[in-house]
């Protein structure tokens, strides 16, 4: 890869966006001066130029007129043979010419390009300049009310940790009391029988695996997401118990013996009040026990309503982790939203800059012809001669484009929304979100690399190299990237098992395109590149030792990384690395990067991993450096409140939210619907 082909256009990109896009503006505005001077060079000229035909004009117009006199003319034929009268006619002759050519002199064919360039810049000027502001500061108000949910949702999470130890004490062996002190054999509704503890187990047991269940879009911390209407337990009473009165009266007493008996609730019933009544119609969800780590919710919820009923002015601390799962909804709104303005804002200053790029390239050719039009009209009206200005377009075009360095450079998104899932004893229970974790935090398999990108990989095994060489060098679709967020989103607040959310999602989105664009867009969003920052100066000054250097599970990667790229053959690795089209950004740049950016390095890196990736024992090497064991995070269930780390900030977009079955809960208006849909997902399905 030379310098000549490398496309520097895309390089207003900083770690806060707002860094770039006040540079990327400030560059406009030195376009927009550059050609006013310009043009003002002509206007002057005009001014001038007019002012001096006039006077001479005016010279021509008085001598002639001196001419015409009658006394005059009769001298000239006295002596008409006179040689300075001749001369003098001569001369009067020559400067009338004189004057006709200098109304005819102008500098049109050079002034109108420039002034057009200039009119296209000003309006470009004025459309962008408020706009990328102001989806600037939506994007950053909305992550300021992520952060105050955020602080909410902490605060509340520790009050119910402290709540859960105290409560642990005061009701240890309560889930078992009741069943303790029943009396057998039992009679449910006129006619059911229940010999024994044994049957009755296996009775709960059978009736919990029957009842077919519906499920919330959205999951409520202190609601389950599963849920059973009155209409499918009589159903399956009826199946499981043929003999069973099945009147109406009588399953309603069925009914009410399940909830009297902690078998059943109410669905939004979060307090779980003692002395509900059974509804003929209505909505009912299990009642799920776990004596052995805690005691059971519904105990607990007794006890709240029961305080909270005695007006009690004493602060109760149970009560506010059950305010918990009031913000968690609000929570993911506020998420969905601050990813939606956060695509706007990429979305528009990409936009913006590839327009930028294609106006600065015409300024830089009117400019050149301009010059061009200029020495050519003096030439020939004048005879005068100086040699043209000779511009080489696109070598200036990459000149302009190398003074982006330092804050500014390639894209790299912000480092991704942390997510952290605690139920409603404030107690975590999840694995990482899925982007922006270090790579020592994600969980893995065997392999000892990340779930995440050990399934990608292996999805990406299974296509053609030609279409695997096409999608690394093709645009990041940023728009199905963020599609296929909002579906991680919603498997990841069912079940935040990684394996479980990319086996979904790789169901679903299975073209080429999809898993190449998803895999690139989760490498550009680690908090430090896959080759760490720290050996960046080691590589590009040509140290051939770097490798042992990275941090084993970096090496790891790295070496899986170069088992994809070797199902390519070496000419395609050649137009990946080293002759690659114009590109938004280097391949290379998914692996390597700094925060002091330098986009020109690029033409190192990319030689370093062509070298690397076309090297067959490279993988081995990278599998031959030990790693270290990690503490994954421990399994546990995932339903309530999700939080976010308090290092991390938020990042950029629309969630689609999914169909389900009619709910018992009111039906609320859902934010996040596909706002910029991209044709590669509509090809995904």
């Known amino acids: ?13 900083s770690e806060d966006y707002i860094t770039g896009i006040d540079w990327f503006i400030h560059r406009i505005e030195l376009d927009i001066s550059e050609l006013k001077r310009l043009a003002d060079v002509y206007d002057t000229f005009h001014t001038s130029w007019s002012y001096s035909t006039k006077q001479l004009a005016s010279v021509v117009d008085t001598l002639s007129a001196g001419t015409k006199s009658p006394s005059v003319s009769q001298n000239y034929k006295d002596s008409v043979r006179d040689a300075a009268s001749v001369v003098y006619q001569n001369h009067l002759k020559l400067i009338g010419q004189l004057a006709d050519k200098f109304k005819s002199c102008t ?11 200039l009119f296209k810049y000003e309006e470009f000027y004025k459309d962008i300049k408020s706009s990328l502001k102001q989806d600037y500061n939506n994007w950053t108000k909305q992550q300021d009310v992520v952060k105050r949910v955020y602080s909410q949702i ?11 130890e105290d409560t642990k004490a005061n009701n240890s062996g309560i889930v078992t009391e009741k069943n303790a002190d029943k009396r057998y054999p039992v009679v449910i509704g006129s006619s059911f029988v229940v010999a024994n503890q044994n049957e009755w187990c296996e009775f709960v047991a059978d009736l919990q695996k029957e009842v077919p269940l519906s499920k919330r879009p959205w999951p409520i911390p202190g609601l389950p997401s599963e849920y059973f209407s009155t209409d499918a337990l009589y159903q399956t009473l009826k199946q499981l118990c043929p003999k069973l009165d099945s009147s109406l009266y009588n399953l309603e007493q069925v009914g009410q013996y399940l909830m009297d008996n902690n078998v059943l609730r109410g669905y939004n019933d979060v307090l779980h009040r003692p002395g509900s009544r059974f509804a003929g119609q209505g909505f009912y969800c299990w009642v ?15 006890g709240i309503w029961r305080r909270v009923s005695s007006n009690s002015s004493e602060e109760d601390s149970s009560l506010k982790a059950l305010e918990l799962s009031q913000l968690n909804e609000q929570f993911i709104k506020n998420w969905i939203q601050c990813e939606t303005e956060k695509l706007k804002l990429e979305t528009a200053f990409y936009k913006s800059v590839k327009k930028y790029a294609h106006l600065c390239k015409e300024k830089l050719q009117t400019v050149k012809e301009a010059d061009h039009k200029m020495i050519e009209s003096f030439r020939q009206n004048w005879a005068i001669e100086n040699p043209p200005y000779e511009l080489d377009v696109e070598e200036e075009l990459n000149d302009v484009f190398a003074k982006n360095h330092g804050t500014v450079g390639f894209y790299t998104p912000r480092p991704a929304l942390q997510f952290e899932m605690y139920d409603i004893y404030g107690t975590l229970a999840s694995q990482p979100w899925l982007f922006g974790t270090n790579l020592n935090k994600y969980p893995h398999e065997g392999d000892e690399i990340p779930i995440v990108l050990s399934k990608l990989l292996a999805k990406a095994s299974s296509f053609e190299p030609e279409e695997i060489a096409k999608q690394w060098l093709s645009p990041l679709d940023s728009i199905t990237v963020y599609n296929m967020k909002r579906d991680c989103l919603n498997e990841y607040l069912n079940s935040s098992e990684h394996a479980s959310v990319m086996e979904k999602l790789l169901l679903k989105w299975q073209s080429p395109a999809n898993i190449i664009h998803f895999l690139r867009a989760w490498l550009l969003e680690l908090p430090d590149s896959l080759v760490p920052m720290l050996h960046y100066r080691k590589i590009k000054q040509g140290d051939q030792e770097w490798l042992p250097l990275c941090p084993p599970m970096n090496a790891r990667c790295l070496g899986t990384i170069a088992e994809h790229f070797q199902l390519l053959d070496e000419k395609q690795l050649i137009t990946l690395l080293i002759d690659p089209p114009a590109q938004d950004f280097p391949v290379s740049h998914h692996f390597i990067r700094s ?25 081995q090497k990278c599998r031959s450096l030990a790693l270290p064991p990690v503490s994954p995070r421990p399994d546990r269930k995932s339903h309530s409140i999700i939080t976010i780390s308090d290092s991390q900030e938020f990042v950029p977009k629309p969630f689609k939210t999914s169909s389900s079955e009619s ?14 849909q991209s044709p590669s997902e509509h090809n995904s399905d």
């Open 154 to 164: 902490k605060k509340k999470a520790n009050i119910a940790v402290a709540a859960n």
């Open 1 to 13: 890869m030379t310098a000549r082909n490398l496309n520097l256009s895309n390089t207003f990109w």
């Open 595 to 619: 925060r002091v950016r330098e986009p020109t390095d690029c033409l190192v890196f990319n030689n370093v991993l062509f070298h690397c990736f076309k090297d067959p024992n490279f993988p």
């Open 107 to 117: 500098l049109v064919q050079a002034e109108d390009p420039v002034k057009n360039v």
């Open 663 to 676: 709910s018992p809960t009111r039906s609320k208006p859902k934010n996040g619907l596909y706002i910029l």
């Open 288 to 302: 799920v026990h776990d004596a052995t780590q805690r005691p059971a919710s519904a105990n607990i919820l007794q």
